[in-house]
């Protein structure tokens, strides 16, 4: 993809879009995220969990929200300051210490030199990591069923709220990801919604 059509469908800057154009392109070759239909939805998420394109490490307040990732076994955070450590990194941010090391073995297994994310989450934030990382979420997902089956709105909550619900646009964000979608659809030729 190129960095053009990688910029309409994210919203992203055009200089962030070259930054990312050839990981995502690589990454979403392997996990076969190779239709328009799947691209549409797959980018859309993307540049709204990365705030088009220009964050790869979740903004730190602390909020309140992120200050309950201290201590959440569900996340593997057990160690004092593995919040802020294991705070969201990639373009489709991994939270916890648990799925920072979900993210290194899954990615370890399908190519060479990936870097230990528990021992450095940071890098993880690296383009090339934050742009598999993502591809490698939504494979881990199956969101290309999702996908291929139209719904978008499953895909937005599977990605933002771990599971499908009943209800249509709930997820975070949800006027975002639906706006994104629409222009990734018309960058990759697809009929208006």
Same mark, same amino acid.
């Given at each position: 993809?190129?960095?053009?059509?990688?910029?309409?469908?994210?919203?992203?800057?055009?200089?962030?879009?070259?930054?990312?154009?050839?990981?995502?392109?690589?990454?979403?070759?392997?996990?076969?995220?190779?239709?328009?239909?799947?691209?549409?939805?797959?980018?859309?998420?993307?540049?709204?969990?990365?705030?088009?394109?220009?964050?790869?490490?979740?903004?730190?307040?602390?909020?309140?929200?992120?200050?309950?990732?201290?201590?959440?076994?569900?996340?593997?955070?057990?160690?004092?300051? %593995?919040?802020?450590? +294991?705070?969201?990194?990639?373009? #489709?941010?991994?939270? @916890?210490? &648990?799925?920072? *090391?979900?993210?290194?073995?899954?990615?370890?297994?399908?190519?060479?030199?990936?870097?230990?994310?528990?021992?450095?989450?940071?890098?993880?934030?690296?383009?090339?990591?934050?742009?598999?990382?993502?591809?490698?979420?939504?494979?881990?997902?199956?969101?290309?069923?999702?996908? %291929?089956?139209?719904? +978008?709105?499953?895909?937005?909550? #599977?990605?933002?709220? @771990?599971? &499908?619900?009943? *209800?249509?646009?709930?997820?975070?964000?949800?006027?975002?990801?639906?706006?994104?979608?629409?222009?990734?659809?018309?960058?990759?030729?697809?009929?208006?919604?």
């Amino acid at each position: 993809m190129n960095s053009v059509t990688l910029s309409l469908c994210t919203g992203a800057q055009l200089s962030r879009a070259q930054l990312f154009a050839d990981f995502l392109s690589a990454g979403m070759a392997f996990y076969m995220i190779d239709t328009p239909q799947r691209q549409a939805m797959f980018l859309a998420n993307v540049g709204h969990e990365s705030s088009r394109l220009q964050y790869t490490t979740e903004l730190w307040g602390p909020t309140a929200a992120q200050k309950g990732y201290e201590g959440r076994k569900d996340l593997g955070n057990t160690q004092p300051g %593995d919040g802020s450590r +294991f705070r969201g990194h990639g373009l #489709i941010q991994i939270t @916890g210490r &648990a799925n920072h *090391a979900a993210a290194r073995d899954r990615l370890r297994a399908r190519f060479p030199d990936v870097p230990d994310f528990v021992e450095h989450p940071e890098q993880l934030a690296d383009p090339r990591w934050a742009a598999l990382s993502a591809c490698d979420y939504w494979d881990m997902r199956r969101l290309n069923t999702w996908a %291929d089956a139209g719904s +978008f709105d499953n895909v937005c909550d #599977i990605i933002n709220r @771990g599971k &499908a619900t009943p *209800a249509v646009g709930d997820s975070n964000g949800w006027a975002d990801r639906l706006a994104l979608y629409k222009g990734a659809r018309s960058a990759l030729g697809l009929e208006p919604l």
